[in-house]
Every structure is written in structure tokens, then in C-alpha cells.
């Protein structure tokens, strides 16, 4: 089979196409035949070397989605045929650049009928971790506020689709081309991240909000804790320099604000939050939203368009 794989670390030139084995049945694998292989920021930290897989050479991505080609003799609620989709690849077993992919099952869900196959493989890493961050972590309700910085990218938009879902009063910013957009995937209010007062404003929409999600902290920490109600609970996910501090942390002990940081691979079973973005994803009410497709080809564009281009939703590599 074509896979895309990296001999060695280091930026996106080292991305070539192989030809190589396709993957057969193992343990408890479910062998894909992978119509969309989501591109996440994650894939480039993993290029980079700054987490090391557990082989070179490395097929990159951790997500993808398809239709079932083989399954292992271990495995009862997968068969050949069923259209699944899949995270958590990538780092410790092969990833889903490639025309197929082996998938444990505890990293899976089945796609109920007319789930679109490419938009699902942008679905997992972006909407497992929203998910995680506002049921599991921020265990979000439905009378609350949510303040989803960054709407647009890949976790933004399943977030704001997923807050929505819950019922929760949805505030999230974005540059002003996405705003009709997020409005119709169900923000109640939209602002751009770059307006000055940008923090009166989500503070006159929601009087404190009581869930954040952050992907920025070193831009937004001490932001969430001037917006927050008191009891506010923060999910962080990202930033984009590690150096993050407080200028101020009196604001956030004032309100007994809840600061969490999560990492998706950290999920127990992700099959789980997975079964329920599939679940969402049929009852139309999660569409992840393919700004590009990308051919094997082209995956080292693609690894340097997630991290520098702007669109609305995922970049999906489609083999
Ligand atoms: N901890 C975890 O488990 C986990 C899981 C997934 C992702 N992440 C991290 O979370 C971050 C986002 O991931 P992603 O896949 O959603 O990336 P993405 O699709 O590239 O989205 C990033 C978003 O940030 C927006 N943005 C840029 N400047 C901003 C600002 N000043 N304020 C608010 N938003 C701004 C971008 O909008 P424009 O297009 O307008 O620039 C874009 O929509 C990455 O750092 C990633 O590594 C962590």
C-alpha cells in the first residue's frame, strides 16, 4: 500500500510516500481502509521528534476514519464492511496517512449510516478533546456558559457544535469571516479575538462565565480568570509558548476559579467519547467541516497549512 512515512525527525520534508506492507489483523486490531486521515498540530510535534513514536519509520496521524477490511479473530463487534471511525494513532502504533490502517478496537466507533466518511476522518483528536475537556473535565451543564476561544480551528468548531448540543449558553471568538458560520453551527455569541475589549464583552454576554476552553494560555490564563463566574472551571489544552504565568492570580483565587490541563491520550478508553461524537455526528448535530482535502502527495502542505494557514473546521488527507 502508499503510506506516508518519515525515516527521520525534523520539518515537513521529511514526509515522503512509501510503498510498503499493508497492515494485517493483529491482537485486537480493525484493519481500515481509510478514506479520511484528520491533520492535526499534533502530527508536526510528532514529525518533529518532540515525542518519540515507537518506530522509525513513523506513518504519521492520529486520526482516521473508513470502511472495515479485515478484523482480528479477537474482535466481536467490528466486521468487514462496517464504516468506523478512529483516534489515538500516531505515537505508540502506526497512523492513518496511508490507504489502510490497523486500529485497535478500544480506539474506534462504528459511523451510523450517511456519516460522511471523509468528514469523519478530521473528527477524532478535534472532537474527543472537546468532549473530554467540556463533559468529562468541566463536566459542562446545560443552564451554563461556555467561552470556546479560537471557534474556527479544528477542536473550536466541535466544541462550540458540542456545547451547543448540551444546551449551554455558547460564547466563543473567531476572525469576523468565521462569525455567520459559528452562528449557524450554534454559538449564541461570536466576537473577534482580536477586539480590545473583548473581555467586557464576554462578561456583559454571559455576567461570568462558567466553563473556559483554552488552546492559547499563554495568551489567555489570566483572561480566563478575569472572565470567569465565581466557581469557574478552565480546560487547557495548548499554548503557544510554555512559559505560562498569572500576572495576577488573586483574580483567579478571589473566584475559587478550577484550572485543568489535559491531554487527549490521557483519554482511558477512547472508544468512549468516540462512540458518542459518532452518535452526534448521525443525529446531525456535530458536522465537522473539511476546509481542504489533501492527497498522500501533498501531506507535507497539509502539516504546514494546519499550523499556518487560517479555515474554518479540519484539513483532511483523503489517500
Ligand atoms: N491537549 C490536547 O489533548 C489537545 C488536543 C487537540 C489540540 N490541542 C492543541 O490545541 C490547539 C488547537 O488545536 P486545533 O487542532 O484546533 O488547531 P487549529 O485547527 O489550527 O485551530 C487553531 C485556532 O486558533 C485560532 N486562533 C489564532 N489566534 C488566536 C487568538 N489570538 N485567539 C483565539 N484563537 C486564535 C485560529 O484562528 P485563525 O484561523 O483566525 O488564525 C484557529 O481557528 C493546538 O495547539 C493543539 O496542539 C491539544
Not at 485486537?28 to 518532540?50: I, L
Not at 458536522?287 to 494546519?306: K, M, P, S
Request: hydrophobic residues 45%.
Amino acid at each position: 500500500m502508499r503510506a506516508v512515512r518519515f525515516h527521520e525527525y525534523g520539518d515537513e520534508e521529511v514526509l515522503r510516500v512509501d510503498e510498503t506492507d499493508r497492515p494485517e489483523a493483529a491482537g485486537h486490531d480493525v484493519v481500515v481502509e481509510v478514506a479520511g486521515a484528520g491533520v492535526n498540530p499534533v502530527d508536526t510535534y510528532f514529525r518533529e521528534g518532540s515525542y518519540e513514536p515507537f518506530q522509525l519509520p513513523m506513518i504519521p496521524g492520529v486520526d482516521v476514519a473508513g470502511e472495515v477490511v479485515a478484523v482480528s479473530e479477537y474482535v466481536d463487534d467490528y466486521a468487514v464492511g462496517d464504516h468506523v471511525v478512529g483516534t489515538g494513532l500516531g505515537m505508540n502504533h502506526f497512523g492513518g496517512y496511508a490507504e489502510y490502517a490497523a486500529v485497535p478496537e478500544d480506539r474506534l466507533a462504528h459511523l451510523p449510516d450517511g456519516v460522511d466518511l471523509v468528514a469523519a476522518g478530521g473528527a477524532g483528536v478535534a472532537a474527543v478533546t472537546a468532549w473530554r475537556a467540556l463533559v468529562d473535565h468541566a463536566g459542562l451543564e446545560p443552564a451554563e456558559s461556555v467561552l470556546i476561544h479560537g471557534g474556527s480551528g479544528g477542536v473550536g468548531h466541535a466544541a462550540v457544535q458540542l456545547a451547543a448540543a448540551t444546551g449551554a449558553h455558547v460564547v466563543t471568538t473567531a476572525a469576523p469571516e468565521y462569525h455567520d458560520r459559528l452562528t449557524e453551527l450554534g454559538a449564541d455569541a461570536v466576537f473577534d479575538y482580536a477586539d480590545d475589549d473583548l473581555a467586557d464583552a464576554v462578561v456583559a454576554e454571559t455576567d461570568g462565565v462558567d466553563v473556559v476552553l483554552d488552546h492559547r494560555l499563554d495568551d489567555y490564563l489570566q483572561f480566563d480568570a478575569e472572565v470567569a463566574a465565581t466557581g469557574g472551571r478552565v480546560v487547557g489544552i495548548g499554548e503557544n509558548d510554555p512559559e505560562v504565568g498569572f500576572s495576577n492570580d488573586g483574580v483567579a483565587r478571589s473566584k475559587d476559579v478550577s484550572y485543568q490541563f489535559m491531554s487527549m491520550f490521557n483519554t482511558p478508553r477512547l472508544a468512549d467519547p468516540l462512540a458518542g461524537v459518532a452518535y452526534l455526528m448521525g443525529q446531525g448535530d456535530l458536522e465537522i467541516e473539511v476546509a481542504r482535502t489533501y492527497d498522500l502527495d501533498e501531506a507535507a502542505a497539509a502539516q504546514v497549512d494546519v499550523m499556518n494557514d487560517s479555515f474554518l473546521g479540519k484539513l483532511v488527507i483523503t489517500p
